[in-house]
């Protein structure tokens, strides 16, 4: 018994260094190269077939199966949200680890390769083949441009089952947020507050764009939500500003609300432009408007009763944890919408501050586990029997 506790621990402690030495790794938005060349060579070591990156950045290991079984892929992100210059070293205080992307998706890296390593060390044989992959783009800027590729024109062949790895606890995102994300811009001559006086003011539009859009009736269920979350123009307060631009999200459950929402945010915008042009009949300046596309996320979902979804909640019972279903924006969002079978589990431990510089992991909350899980599910359903 001790010496099973003993290789639990070790394992698990070779699981948190993973951790520490990718989340120290900068991996900025669209500049995860570095991460992932680190990611390939662990890969590497843990004796994964056919290592390589792909065009978009990915990161890809195979572990050959012995049969027909299908094809399961298991990921993590490497990206963050975090700038380039970023101090992303983990300080360590008792059991607590901290550093920005120390779980978001520190830790899904870390449990695709302690799963790899467990295959390794109990020389699992699976009927299916088993594809690890460290992934590039998820988080917001990226719009999922890695999982894009691998299930657009960089597909590594047929996968039968997808699971992505990010953040902490036992929870199933077994639904897709989708999201429309927009850059709007009012543009005009602007000129001075008081010589030019009276012709259609940009940042005055995009008030009157806000307001409408603060006035749209969203659905409570399915969860359907919006957001002016940026605004900018202007260079003086004695000056008519020749842009006035927001940015916003759009976001729901169901694909069918987020494209109602869409369309009401688009009547807002033209609405806006039509009243401020129309607020000053004598000018003969007219705005314009343009409306830039930042990202586009599917909506979607597996039922519960899904064969993926019944077997992670099986998986979790089966280790003593009481994982639960819920709604999230993951790289599982495309082959969700695809009509693959594709859920998000979080890695075990529990964590906060994600995407804030303060953000910390503790492993005490059952964190062994999360390995545990992530191993059974693909082993289940890779067809081990």
């Given at each position: ?42 890969l590497e070591a843990l ?234 009949p004598r000018s003969d ?101």
């Amino acid at each position: 018994m001790r010496r099973a506790l003993d290789a639990i621990r070790e394992f698990n402690e070779w699981t948190l260094q993973q951790q520490i030495e990718l989340t120290e790794i900068e991996a900025p938005p669209f500049k995860e190269a570095r991460r992932g060349e680190e990611f390939k060579r662990r890969l590497e070591a843990l004796g994964l077939r056919n290592v390589r990156i792909d065009g978009e950045g990915n990161v890809i290991g195979e572990r050959p199966g012995t049969g027909n079984g299908p094809t399961v892929m298991i990921s993590g992100h490497l990206d963050t949200v975090f700038p380039e210059g970023t101090n992303v070293k983990v300080t360590r205080t008792g059991t607590r680890l901290a550093a920005p992307g120390i779980s978001d998706d520190g830790r899904g890296l870390a449990v695709v390769l302690a799963v790899a390593r467990a295959f390794r060390d109990a020389n699992i044989q699976t009927p299916g083949t088993i594809l690890f992959v460290g992934t590039v783009g998820e988080e917001g800027p990226g719009n999922l441009r890695g999982v894009r590729h691998l299930f657009g024109k960089g597909s590594p062949g047929k996968v039968d089952h997808f699971i992505s790895v990010d953040g902490t606890g036992f929870g199933i995102t077994n639904a897709g947020v989708g999201s429309h994300r927009y850059r709007i811009t009012y543009k005009g001559p602007g000129g001075h507050s008081y010589g030019a006086f009276g012709m259609p003011n940009p940042i005055h539009a995009l008030g009157r764009a806000m307001a409408m859009i603060g006035d749209i009736e969203a659905p409570m269920k399915p969860r359907t939500t919006f957001n002016v979350g940026l605004i900018n123009g202007g260079t003086s307060v004695n000056s008519i500003s020749a842009i006035g631009t927001m940015d916003v999200d759009l976001r729901s459950e169901s694909q069918a609300e987020l494209d109602k929402i869409d369309q009401q945010l688009r009547r807002a915008v033209q609405q806006a432009l039509v009243a401020e042009n129309a607020r000053w009949p004598r000018s003969d300046v007219k705005l314009s408007v343009q409306v830039d596309t930042i990202g586009i996320r599917p909506a979607g979902a597996l039922a519960d009763t899904a064969m993926i979804v019944r077997t992670a909640m099986a998986a979790g019972r089966a280790l003593g944890l009481s994982p639960q279903t819920g709604a999230s924006s993951t790289d599982a969002n495309i082959p969700i919408s695809l009509g693959i079978s594709a859920i998000t589990m979080d890695g075990g431990g529990r964590s906060s501050g994600a995407h804030a510089l303060d953000e910390w992991y503790d492993d005490t909350a059952n964190g062994y586990a999360g390995p545990q899980w992530a191993a059974l599910v693909v082993a289940m359903l890779a067809g081990l029997k």
